[in-house]
């Protein structure tokens, strides 16, 4: 077949039409998405307590300490290229541990899985066929996230990161 | 060049000479003038006729083009000597002003540019609290000004060096050789025009001096700014000029609306919908949507900088149309790696903000790859939204003359980063998204992008059947597309397309189809036949999902940008 786009106007009425599916397929499917996106959320500033205080929590149960200060919380804008509501943000922030021997980054992964599971987190499984160096544990109240990564032991560098859901950043979504 | 030697300078005797040389130049030119009137006219009134006439005729045309070749050449040394005082001179003002500032500051500048000072808070030389950051400041400063001396002197080396064996072997009274000199020294002071090869603009930027470069950004920002082949450092100082400028005029614009007119005209059963009230609303969103990503860019650009705020350069700005703007996290140029991303539908100025956040997190997963594998490479993500995408799915993502239109621009991009880059780039990927994977696949199609991978995240399709034709190394072609993601509903419709998808349906309704998919654009990025290493997904992403804190995606787009597999 080719690959070039239909010229013609017949053409671009078709792509149109195909392209009416998606958005609206898109808008289907994200329907219950939608009403949840805008619901009213904790504050950006809430968030970040939230993130500060899970990762003080964590990092006290570990037995490695932080290489250099945390970096200023980094934001995502959430559902971007999507139909919307815009405006939402997910926020995170983490800690680098740096190169860490492999005995203490096991007893790190360990201590971090018993803390967070006693905290109600639960393990977020990867997808089939992927075997990313991290372990994954949410919120299932809150869905906050917090990532270990670099658990392998051909890591040369073991982080902490905690994120957000999406949230508002003023709590409200715009009317 | 030292500090000793620059400060010392008699930059005012570059002057004295070049006076000199005037005047000898001057005196040359009256000779020449002279020879005409005394000689030439002359004989051309003397009614000399015959053969011998002709031949002297001939030899005295030939010496007349030679006198004025030459009379060319040395108005170029004149040139070339006045280009060298302004450069020495701004060096060596930099310099002081900067041994000045140390002084101030109760700073000791050794003669080898070393920074020493008081630390005892009870002396009263104490340079105070703060005398580590002045005394980096200010070392950057002498540093920048002896670098500024440095190409000055190389360059004005290269011009009059050129002039003097011109002079010494007889070229410079070649009129063909004076008139490119000419034209040569007439270039420096001309911007190369949009779309020039990088590689020409970044040679006429380097045989300019620093001071001749500051010229140039403060008198055309704009088209420095956007001039593919400029420094990365230089484009940034230029474009800020323009954002500051944009800013200036959105305002100016929106103040200029003035209050919005009623939104309805009548009353009663007879109210309808304000043409003027309509025409006012779609003004004032198109301004501040602008507004919006200026301020997202100088938020970013304001951010103080740590490990995952790398520093940023604005690479390109405008207000045209929906507005563009590149912004390169961390400097293109002297990063090991570097990757351009190029958003899709609904790129535009005032969507900058979302896109240089995904530029922030995937120069973050870069330096994790990095850091995990021991490896002290560092990462530049740049946002390109330097085309013009289109703006809504319907329908405008139905029209692939958006990504067309970008080919030239892109083409002109990527050679641009090789062109300004300290060395060769260590690992060089274009990364897009949706309708961007588009734009993307059409200029490697068409014109193929000097890269070393390509990754096409939830893409409609990039214009071509398989990996390979996107003339790189197939094996360094990455693809991933969420089950979740709205974007394989964006199935072809072309009538090859449409015939494979039902083809491939009825294969799987009897049990043996293999996942051939064709797309809007193209065969599907993920599908087995395309050819491209598929990266992991979650399972429910959605189309914007794929920068998520969780997204195992982000982590292989991390590790492709840092040149460690996917």
Redesign the interface.
């Known amino acids: ?6 010229a013609s106007a017949l ?2 009425v ?10 609206l ?2 808008g289907a ?2 329907a219950d ?1 939608l009403q949840d996106r805008a619901k009213p959320t904790i504050t950006l500033d809430q968030a970040r307590t939230r993130i500060d205080g899970y990762l003080a929590a964590i990092q006290s149960q570990l037995p490695v300490q932080a290489v ?1 200060l945390p ?2 919380f ?9 139909v919307g509501p815009h405006g939402r943000k ?1 926020s ?1 922030r983490g800690y ?1 541990f740096g ?1 860490v021997p492999s005995d203490v980054k096991a007893k790190t992964v360990t201590d971090y899985r018993s803390y967070l599971s006693g905290q109600g987190f639960q393990a ?1 499984p ?2 089939a ?2 075997h ?3 372990v ?1 544990m ?1 919120n299932p109240q809150n869905q906050f ?1 917090a ?1 270990l ?2 658990t392998s032991d ?4 073991l ?1 902490l ?1 905690v ?1 957000s859901p999406c949230i508002w950043p003023d709590g409200t979504p715009p009317k | 060049m030292d500090i000793k030697t620059l400060q010392g300078a008699d930059v005012i005797g570059i002057t004295t000479a070049k006076n000199a040389f005037d005047a000898l130049a001057t005196a040359f030119g009256q000779h020449i003038e002279n020879w005409q009137h005394e000689v030439v006219d002359r004989l051309n009134h003397s009614e000399w006729t015959g053969t011998a006439a002709g031949h002297a005729n001939t030899r005295i045309q030939f010496l007349q083009n030679e006198l004025q070749a030459a009379k060319q050449e040395l108005a170029l040394v004149s040139r070339a000597l006045q280009d060298a005082y302004d450069g020495f001179a701004a060096a060596q003002s930099h310099l002081v002003n900067a041994l000045d500032d140390a002084k101030t500051h109760k700073l000791t500048v050794a003669a080898d540019g070393g920074i020493t000072w008081e630390k005892d808070p009870n002396s009263p030389n104490f340079a105070g609290n703060d005398a580590a950051t002045q005394a980096q400041q200010i070392q950057a400063r002498i540093t920048a000004a002896l670098n500024e001396a440095d190409h000055a002197d190389q360059t004005i080396n290269a011009r009059l060096g050129h002039l003097a064996t011109n002079a010494s072997n007889g070229t410079g009274l070649d009129s063909a050789t004076a008139k490119a000199d000419q034209s040569a020294a007439d270039a420096l002071s001309q911007i190369p025009a949009a779309g020039t090869d990088p590689n020409s603009v970044k040679a006429w930027w380097n045989g300019l001096t620093d001071d001749q470069q500051q010229r140039m950004i403060l008198n055309h920002p704009d088209q420095v700014g956007n001039l593919d082949g400029i420094p990365a450092v230089d484009r940034n100082q230029a474009n800020l000029i323009n954002l500051a400028r944009g800013k200036q005029d959105i305002q100016r614009q929106l103040d200029g609306l003035g209050p919005a007119p009623a939104a309805t005209l009548g009353s009663g059963r007879f109210i309808r919908p304000n043409p003027a009230y309509t025409e006012w609303q779609q003004k004032h969103d198109d301004l501040a949507d602008k507004m919006g990503g200026i301020n997202a860019i100088e938020a970013r650009l304001n951010t103080k900088v740590d490990a995952t705020h790398p520093p940023t350069f604005l690479l390109g700005f405008d207000t045209n149309g929906h507005g563009h703007a590149i912004v390169a996290v961390n400097n293109p140029d002297t990063a090991n790696n570097v990757s351009t991303y190029v958003p899709g539908t609904g790129a535009r100025l005032g969507s900058i903000g979302s896109d240089i956040n995904r530029s922030d997190v995937m120069v973050a997963s870069a330096d994790n790859a990095n850091r995990q594998a021991g490896d002290k490479s560092t990462t530049s993500s740049i946002t390109w939204v330097g085309y013009d995408a289109p703006q809504s799915i319907i329908p405008e993502a139905a029209d692939d003359t958006y990504a067309k239109n970008a080919e030239d621009k892109l083409v002109s991009f990527e050679n641009g980063l090789h062109a300004t880059h300290d060395g060769k780039i260590g690992n060089n990927t274009i990364l897009a998204h949706s309708y961007g994977t588009t734009t993307v696949g059409y200029a490697m199609r068409d014109h193929g992008l000097p890269v070393d991978n390509a990754v096409l995240i939830a893409s409609p399709g990039a214009g071509v059947e398989t990996a390979k034709d996107l003339r790189i190394d197939p094996s360094h072609v990455y693809a991933a597309q969420s089950p979740a993601d709205a974007i394989g509903w964006a199935a072809a419709t072309d009538p090859g397309g449409v015939g494979d998808n039902i083809w491939d349906n009825v294969k799987t309704d009897f049990g043996f189809g293999d996942g051939d998919h064709h797309l809007m654009y193209g065969r599907q990025t993920t599908a087995p036949q395309f050819g491209a290493t598929v990266l992991p997904t979650n399972p429910d992403a959605g189309h914007s999902d794929y920068w998520n804190a969780d997204s195992p995606t982000l982590v292989s787009m991390g590790k492709i940008m840092a040149g460690k597999g996917s």
């Open positions: 077949m080719s690959a070039a786009a239909p053409g671009r078709t792509v149109a039409a195909v392209l009416a599916v998606t958005a397929t898109l499917c994200g998405t250099s970096p200023a980094s934001d995502l804008e959430c559902d971007a290229n999507d997910q995170s680098d190169d977020v990867d997808a066929g992927s990313p160096d991290w994954r949410k996230l990532i990564n670099g051909s890591s040369h560098d982080t990161q994120s």
